[in-house]
């Protein structure tokens, strides 16, 4: 069964950082790019950004509204994702989901695969 | 980036009715579209992919169809289940992945 498990939520000042946490189990998570979409409270979906795999160079991609904030990192040997958070903004309060896709022909293209996602709280 | 209008917002129908959702492009995605339902507190399911391809696990009374700028999700008849939030999104460009503004389907 594939599970993807989130955690490192929280509440957090502006300006302040906090880094994010996927534990993954049930699938080959080295094959598999992994991504970051957030949901801020009541709105609807926002991608984050992503991992390609080694495959891919391990290359990453994001969304206009977190480049030069967030940074998104994996360990392959401990199958997790990261999502690392600086400068951040009342505006990136929201739960984070972590996602992945099924087959290899929806990488990157199709979210097969979600956590339950962890709320982060941006507010003094 | 490619924006994604979802309409209506709010759809209000009753079980055994049919509902028709939309979601509209800026610009062609050819058939890079994907549909998912999510429930209070919970994450988003994949229902359909490609525009027209019902995931595994999903009944045959959810469909997909359209390509380029608009696509359409039909529920042939509610069931008490598929009262949602119903999410497009596109991966028809690179990056950024996009999703529509959703689409609440309530009862009546």
């Not at chain 1, 290359?59 to 958070?85: C, P, Q, W």
């Not at chain 2, 050819?30 to 988003?44: E, I, N």
């Not at chain 2, 469909?63 to 949602?84: K, N, Q, V």
């Amino acid at each position: 069964e594939v599970q993807l498990v989130e955690s490192g939520g929280g509440l957090v000042q502006p300006g302040g950082s906090l880094r994010l946490s996927c534990a993954a189990s049930g699938f080959t998570f080295s094959d598999h790019y992994m991504e970051w979409v957030r949901q801020a409270p009541g709105k609807g979906l926002e991608w984050v950004g992503r991992t390609k795999n080694k495959a891919n160079s391990y290359t990453t991609e994001y969304a206009a509204s977190v480049k030069g904030r967030f940074t998104i990192s994996r360990d392959d040997s401990k199958n997790s994702l990261y999502l690392h958070m600086n400068s951040l903004k009342t505006e990136d309060t929201a739960v984070y989901y972590c996602a992945s896709h099924g087959g290899p022909a929806a990488a990157g293209k199709v979210f097969d695969y979600w956590g339950q996602g962890t709320l982060v709280t941006v507010s003094s | 980036e490619i924006v994604l209008t979802q309409s209506p917002g709010t759809l209000s129908l009753s079980p055994g009715e049919r509902a028709t959702l939309s979601c509209r492009a800026s610009q062609s995605v050819s058939s890079s579209l994907v549909w998912y339902q999510q429930k209070p507190g919970q994450a988003p399911r994949v229902l359909i992919y490609g525009a027209s391809n019902r995931a595994t696990g999903i009944p045959d009374r959810f469909s997909g169809s359209g390509s380029g700028t608009d696509f359409t999700l039909t529920i042939s008849r509610l069931e008490p289940e598929d009262f949602a939030v119903y999410y497009c999104q596109q991966h028809g460009s690179s990056v950024p992945l996009t999703f529509g503004g959703g689409t609440k389907v309530e009862i009546k």
